[in-house]
């Protein structure tokens, strides 16, 4: 897991990248990354978590509002799925979330 604090926003912390391994996958080790990430940012007076994928990704969509994440608003959507068009380049659209701590 890459995760860190915002340097601009001192209150808000990113999930920038969770990678399991294939033979490790559904055994809640996401989970308790991600939980134990919160826990962490969180006592560093952090109110809210950030993450970004792909919309094409709905395994890791379904993740993350199953933790608690919402759908920030975009400028369009793919698949019924809000999105921020260009958002890693040209035709780069990005799904970006928010959790409240």
């Not at 991600?34 to 109110?47: D, M, P, R, T």
């Not at 395994?59 to 890693?88: A, C, P, W």
Request: glycine share 8%; aromatic share 12%.
């Amino acid at each position: 897991m890459i995760g860190f604090i915002s340097q601009s926003y001192v209150d808000e912390a990113y999930i920038h990248f969770v990678g399991i391994h294939p033979d490790y996958r559904e055994k809640g080790i996401g989970r308790k990354l991600y939980l134990a990430f919160f826990e962490k940012v969180a006592k560093k007076g952090c109110k809210a978590v950030h993450s970004v994928t792909s919309p094409v990704n709905k395994v890791s969509i379904n993740f993350h509002t199953r933790m608690g994440f919402q759908i920030e608003k975009g400028d369009s959507d793919v698949d019924g799925i809000l999105v921020h068009t260009n958002y890693d380049g040209p035709s780069q659209a990005r799904v970006l979330f928010i959790r409240k701590l």
